[in-house]
Each structure stands twice: as structure tokens, then as C-alpha cells.
């Protein structure tokens, strides 16, 4: 499917920024720089813009969302923004009950754990996401309005990276019916029953699919694919039982190219990977997300000179005296020099209690490093 000439990687150049061309295989001479989870509970703006609302509320709000999207490239200087949503967000409009319980996580009314329950749920159509997913749309539409004022302002191209959580993480938390330490209820189920999980992860792939493709086609020029407890899996069974889906929920946006016959660049990130970071590359993607636990030199080493690297920062230095963690944020930087080329990123989220300041001096030195 050719999207608009108004898509952003022609009409606002971010083809051009420096995150599509490190994702892509470019080595900007500035280290494009942005934080999982930039865009939350760490800045004092997002509290008082959030309120006390429900967090899928404000998801589903344009005017909330595209201003939360916006707010760390405002005060950080970030090389990107990254949607603010939630990797529930396309359950919640496939019909799926679920909320958002502040400091616990996604909370499922009716946990998936039996071949009944996957039955129900698979009649589902996944594409019913796309048709209420308006609200979606529209935010991000309004995004990358923004996003072309402060390009404009700041004299450099700046994009949306689009996201969704991948279809082991959701199946991770839908069966067990919230988060989990081991996610033994989702494991336990893919080798119990081994037709029924590989239906509930295809249809998974389908919906997470979908969500993707409406944040590309509406002005996201980056796609990442988030799957947070994959690292909870042996890897012969991630490679059986989780990687098919994966690459399938990408699918949908690798069908997407611009008019130029450009198409989306992709990352692929997992928390405790490093054994199956060769895997998460298999997915078929132009960047492997590396998390603080494997270095970056011995993650290029792992999946392979072709791709770029994005990471990898553990966010408790965030909280180290500055020369401590100055001198991790070199470290990385100079790891970065051996894949084709580099992101600079934390090894996960940012936590809510970081300091805002402390952000805007890593982007800050990150911006001032050079080879």
C-alpha cells in the first residue's frame, strides 16, 4: 500500500532525520538520541496534563495525547518523539475489558486460559481495531502537526516512532489476567496447549498489527515493536512459539511504502534478550533494541554487522553521580561504533522518578560526542 505524498518522510523530510537514517543504516554525525517512556510520569507537564483520569482515557484523548507526545521533545531536545499509548490500547478497542490500574499495570476483567476463552476471543475480527481506532488517528495526525512546527522551529526534521507491544507480552499479561514475575501462566499454556496458543498469538499479531499500521498511516515514520517479557522464555521456545508472531504483527506496516518506494524502518526490542537477540533480528527488522544487561559491542557480534543497534543506558544510572554515569554514556557510545550504526537509548523505560534535567544533559552530551 503506497501511503500520501502528505506522509511525513516526504512532505515534513523526516526520511531525512537523523533516527530514520541511523535506523536505516546511516551514521548521522550527531547520535540520534530518544527515552522509552519519555513521555510519562517523569515530567511534572504530564501530571498536570493527566490529572486524575483513567490512563486509557487519556490515551483515547487526541488533544491529551498529542500533547504528551510532544512534551519531551520540548524540554529534552530528544532526535524523536514516541506515541504515548499503551500496548493494551488495541485490545481495549477490539472490546477486550481491561484497565490500567495505577502502579500495578494492565488488568484483564476475563484472563484467556483455556481453549474456550481463546475461542471466544479469537471470533474477534482484528480488524474492528483499525475501524475504531479514529482517536488513534487523529492523535496522531495532531502530532505530527506538532512535530512539523518544532522541526521547523529547531531547523532539523523531527518523527513519530509508532508502537505496539508484541503478541507474547500481551498474551503474557491476558492470561494471566495482569502482570506477572515469571509469566508461568503464559508458558504454562504454550505447552499445554500448543493450537490453542498459537491461534491466541495469531490473532494477537492481527490486532497489535493493525494498531501499527494506523499510527504509520496517519504520520508515524518509525515503528517499534515492544516485547517486554519475551526474555521469560527459553529460546528454543520463543523461536517455536513466539517468533512467527512476531514477525507477522509487523507485517502490516512492512506492507506500507511511501510513493518513493521508501519504506518504514523497524525495531524490534525485548527486556532480558540477550539470548535470543539473534531471534529478535529474525523478526525481520532494520534495528535490534539491546536492554542494560549485554554490552553493545557483544550485542553486534549477536545478531550481525547489518543492522543497527538502539540502547542501551541502564536507567539506574540515571540516579548516579554525574562523572558516573558521564563516563556510561561514553562507554555506550563508543560500543555503538561497532554496528553499522547507533541510537542512543536507555536499556528500558524511564522511571517516574527520574530528574528531567538529568535527561536533557545525556541528550546534551550525547549531541556533543563524536567518533
Not at 504509520?216 to 515514520?221: D, F, K, P, Q
Amino acid at each position: 500500500m503506497l501511503l500520501p505524498a502528505s506522509h511525513p518522510l516526504t512532505a515534513h523530510a523526516t526520511a531525512d532525520s537523523r533516527l530514520v537514517r541511523a535506523l536505516r543504516g546511516d551514521r548521522p554525525d550527531v547520535t540520534p538520541v530518544w527515552f522509552m517512556r519519555q513521555a510519562g510520569r517523569s515530567l511534572p507537564e504530564y501530571r498536570e496534563v493527566r490529572g486524575d483520569g483513567a490512563m486509557l482515557d487519556a490515551c483515547l484523548d487526541p488533544a491529551i495525547a498529542s500533547e504528551v507526545t510532544l512534551q519531551p521533545v520540548r524540554r529534552h531536545g530528544v532526535d524523536a518523539a514516541i506515541f504515548f499509548s499503551d500496548i493494551v490500547v488495541p485490545l481495549a478497542l477490539a472490546g477486550v475489558r481491561v484497565e490500567i490500574a495505577p502502579g500495578r499495570g494492565p488488568v484483564f476483567a476475563d484472563p484467556v486460559r483455556t481453549g474456550a476463552a481463546i475461542a471466544e476471543l479469537t471470533r474477534i475480527d482484528p480488524a474492528v481495531v483499525a475501524e475504531r481506532a479514529e482517536p488513534v488517528a487523529e492523535a496522531v495526525r495532531r502530532t505530527v502537526a506538532l512535530l512539523a512546527d518544532e522541526s521547523e522551529r529547531r531547523g532539523e526534521p523531527l518523527p513519530l516512532i509508532g508502537f505496539g507491544g508484541a503478541p507474547f507480552t500481551l498474551a503474557a499479561y491476558l492470561v494471566e489476567g495482569g502482570p506477572s514475575k515469571d509469566h508461568l501462566a503464559a508458558r504454562r499454556l504454550l505447552h499445554e496447549d500448543p493450537a490453542g496458543w498459537d491461534a491466541l498469538l495469531a490473532w494477537l499479531a492481527a490486532v497489535t498489527g493493525a494498531f501499527l499500521a494506523v499510527q504509520v498511516e496517519h504520520g508515524a515514520s518509525a515503528a517499534q515493536l515492544f516485547d517486554s517479557w519475551a526474555g521469560a522464555l527459553a529460546p528454543d521456545d520463543y523461536r517455536a512459539s513466539v517468533l512467527p508472531a512476531s514477525r507477522a504483527a509487523l507485517d502490516p506496516v512492512r506492507a506500507l511504502q511511501t510513493a518513493d518506494e521508501q519504506r518504514i524502518p523497524l525495531v524490534h526490542f525485548g527486556v532480558g534478550t540477550g539470548e535470543i537477540l539473534h531471534d529478535l533480528a529474525a523478526a525481520g527488522v532494520d534495528a535490534v533494541g539491546v536492554d542494560y544487561r549485554v554490552p553493545l559491542w557483544e550485542a553486534s557480534r549477536r545478531v550481525g554487522s547489518h543492522l543497527t543497534l538502539q540502547g542501551n543506558l541502564d536507567p539506574a544510572l540515571l540516579f548516579a553521580p554525574a562523572p558516573v554515569r558521564e563516563a556510561a554514556v561514553a562507554r555506550i557510545l563508543r560500543d555503538g561504533t561497532t554496528a553499522r550504526a547507533h541510537v542512543f537509548n536507555l536499556g528500558h523505560g524511564v522511571p517516574a522518578e527520574a530528574s528531567p534535567d538529568v535527561l536533557g544533559a545525556i541528550v546534551d552530551q550525547v549531541h556533543a560526542w563524536r567518533p
